[in-house]
């Protein structure tokens, strides 16, 4: 089957907008009518006029287009496709951590689940985490959760202090300091650029820290003609296209692999993106109740933003 030219049919047919993240995999990527990081899809979902949104990326993504569109369609290829700091932060454990701390503000990561935005007062992404720690008043305590190593560095970004949900994303956790080392001792030339998820220890190492988007900007204006990328392997693919004639070497994790993906990322294939544009399934729904209190702290970001 042609999945580009089936895909490409059903999107006509159910008046749809497939929303895809770097991180997936490079055919989706193409098909897609927008591609981006976290912010950057919210704002696509917050303002399409299509009827349905079909979600490439992972659970909490599609979620937070259905908090956005509570009453359109919102498809997931694959409802499997969680992610490992959302998973990091349930709801029951999230709420003791909140309520004992009551005059704290709280900022969550948009990598969490509705339930867990719904307890906060707003969302940040890491393209925007800095700008909205920084518009809260410097009065109010703030809760950053779920993830400690962007909320760390936000920190140092702003000079606030913050108490950090210990959470950690499992790709970016795992990138080796030493491994990073060699490849600058191998590539003197290069530039490293690196996910603001990153352990400290890593970012130590990099010459620019930002979002996947704000990585995929710098690859762009620099000067330099090679580049090691520390974050999730998807995002080349993008860079590569926008500069072919720069290289691109992909950052190695701990466990013996040449790159780093994300196996929740790559649960999504084209032959399921096909098929529940077919079928209309697997659908994103909430618990009622839970969609307005959620929507709340996201709207709130996307104004700061």
């Not at 399409?48 to 909490?60: L, P, R, S, Y």
């Not at 499997?80 to 003791?96: E, I, N, T, V, Y």
């Not at 900007?217 to 995002?235: D, M, Q």
Request: one cysteine or more; proline letters at 7%; a neutral charge.
């Amino acid at each position: 089957m042609d999945y580009e030219k089936e895909i490409g049919r059903l999107k006509q047919e159910l008046n749809a907008v497939i929303l895809a993240h770097y991180y997936q995999e490079s055919e989706i990527q193409d098909v897609a009518d927008f591609v981006g990081d976290s912010l950057a899809l919210a704002q696509q979902a917050e303002k399409t006029q299509a009827d349905v949104i079909v979600f490439c990326g992972v659970h909490f993504m599609a979620e937070t287009a259905k908090l956005l569109n509570p009453t359109k369609l919102v498809l997931l290829p694959d409802l499997a496709a969680g992610c490992s700091l959302s998973d990091r932060c349930p709801p029951g454990l999230f709420k003791q951590f909140r309520d004992r701390h009551p005059q704290h503000f709280v900022v969550t990561y948009v990598n969490s689940s509705a339930a867990v935005k719904a307890m906060s007062d707003v969302i940040c992404t890491s393209s925007n985490a800095v700008k909205v720690v920084s518009k809260i008043p410097g009065d109010r305590p703030i809760l950053f959760a779920p993830d400690q190593h962007l909320g760390r560095y936000v920190m140092k970004q702003t000079g606030r202090d913050m108490i950090l949900w210990p959470g950690s994303c499992m790709v970016h956790e795992i990138f080796s300091e030493k491994r990073v080392v060699q490849l600058k001792v191998e590539h003197p030339g290069a530039e490293v650029i690196a996910h603001p998820e990153c352990e400290e220890a890593v970012l130590n190492h990099a010459d620019f820290i930002g979002s996947t988007k704000q990585l995929l900007e710098r690859t762009k204006t620099s000067p330099k003609k090679a580049f090691i990328v520390v974050t999730e392997a998807g995002i080349m693919h993008q860079m590569e296209k926008a500069s072919p004639e720069k290289t691109f070497i992909p950052a190695p994790p701990t466990n013996g692999c040449s790159c780093n993906e994300c196996p929740h990322m790559k649960l999504n294939t084209m032959e399921k993106l096909y098929l529940c544009m077919r079928d209309r399934t697997p659908k994103l729904e909430l618990p009622p109740g839970l969609g307005e209190a959620a929507a709340k702290p996201l709207k709130l970001m996307l104004e700061w933003s």
